[in-house]
């Protein structure tokens, strides 16, 4: 009788830990969304990097708690009908535990009805929409820092009050993330000295901007925001540098704020203003840890990493740190308890990581950069946690 009780126990057990869905005695899978195609593939394809490459560190030294964690990836291109099918396969078919990294805003508001209905938490998605971050449950959900409209807002501010910005034009692809981008410089302008004189609305992936450059130019800008992809960007740049349009000011959303957008070829994008959660990580190259990661990260994939891999460096990291915390009996509620007890300094961004149950907020901060030599380098600390 003794026997039977013992088993009945252990298949009770077994049976609690496979009933949490992606969870097994030995693996624990987690999924992602991501642009590994399209316009924002510059992010997406150095953050699974970096991530995967966490994972398997992790995992060489016998995974978290005696489980391996498995990283199942979709390619999404930035199209939110692909979005959806990656979503429902992995939710659905694969039954992953989370999903973690999800790029794009328009595509994690469309992927939330699916993971919702089968609670599957949201875990610092490669977006910062302030719609994602407002409007529906958010105990399942934690995002890496504060939102597009809130850091573009707060640097505005600080371009009107230490740059003397009375002109402000916008340059902005027409979706979720754009029109959030958009409508922060309309907010500021409608509050402030600062007078929003014109607005233009551009294809993810548009390459000529002669004409809306020319067409700025002559409402006389003094700042123009861009909130379009990378290579967009430096496009806007150069085109701007050969026409000779020097006395403007430009400035991009976080979303912007990509070590390959310093680096640009011909310096086409120095002076570049952008406003990010933390410091570049080659203006803390200089810092041990950074360092090694930087090497490590170039032996491994032969190229040396940008901001995108360090986000999904500093992500992987949270992500397993919270696994850490929450046990062996590894359930959607006991993660959530685990993140909200996190509290310690990123050894990659320096930046300070502090979760609680009123804050799922990985990073709380404004920092303000500028191009200077191929590099963003920080210039002003707006917000600090």
């Given amino acids: 009788m003794k026997r039977v009780l013992i088993g009945l126990l252990a298949l009770t057990a077994a049976s609690a830990v496979s009933a949490q869905r992606g969870v097994t005695d030995n693996e624990i899978v987690v999924g992602g969304m991501h642009d590994l195609s399209g316009v924002f593939s510059a992010f997406s394809v150095p953050a699974v990097r970096a991530a995967q490459q966490y994972f398997d560190e992790v995992n060489a030294d016998g995974g978290v708690h005696g489980r391996r964690i498995r990283y199942i990836v979709e390619d999404h291109g930035y199209q939110v009908p692909r979005a959806m099918q990656a979503a429902n396969k992995l939710v659905n078919r694969d039954r992953v535990f989370a999903m973690l990294m999800n790029m794009g805003t328009p595509h994690n508001l469309a992927a939330f009805r699916v993971m919702d209905r089968q609670d599957v938490p949201s875990l610092f998605p490669l977006a910062l929409s302030r719609q994602m971050q407002e409007e529906g449950d958010f105990s399942r959900r934690f995002v890496y820092s504060s939102s597009y409209y809130h850091q573009v807002r707060a640097a505005l501010e600080w371009m009107e009050s230490e740059k003397g910005i009375e002109r402000l034009c916008i340059m902005y692809i027409p979706s979720d993330f754009g029109e959030e981008v958009h409508q922060a410089g309309k907010d500021v302008a409608e509050n402030s000295n600062m007078t929003l004189v014109a607005a233009t609305s551009h294809r993810p992936d548009e390459s000529d901007f002669s004409g809306t450059l020319s067409r700025l130019r002559s409402r006389d800008c003094e700042l123009v925001i861009l909130a379009v992809a990378i290579r967009p960007i430096i496009s806007v740049m150069a085109t701007a540098r050969d026409m000779g349009w020097d006395d403007v000011k430009f400035m991009v959303s976080p979303a912007g704020f990509h070590s390959a957008v310093a680096a640009a070829p011909g310096g086409v994008t120095e002076g570049l203003y952008g406003p990010a959660a933390g410091e570049d990580i080659y203006s803390r190259i200089e810092e041990p840890a950074v360092a090694e990661w930087v090497e490590a990260y170039r032996k491994a994939h032969g190229d040396r990493p940008n901001t995108g891999a360090a986000l999904g460096r500093t992500i992987a990291e949270v992500f397993v740190r919270g696994l850490e915390a929450a046990?062996?009996?590894?359930?959607?509620?006991?993660?959530?308890?685990?993140?909200?007890?996190?509290?310690?300094?990123?050894?990659?961004?320096?930046?300070?990581?502090v979760m609680n149950a009123d804050n799922h907020e990985a990073i709380s901060g404004v920092y303000v950069s500028q191009v200077q030599d191929g590099v963003w380098n920080l210039v002003e600390v707006l917000e600090q946690r």
Wanted: net charge negative; charged share 30%.
């Fill in 327 to 353: 046990g062996r009996d590894l359930t959607v509620d006991s993660l959530v308890a685990a993140l909200e007890t996190l509290d310690y300094e990123d050894p990659i961004s320096g930046a300070r990581v």
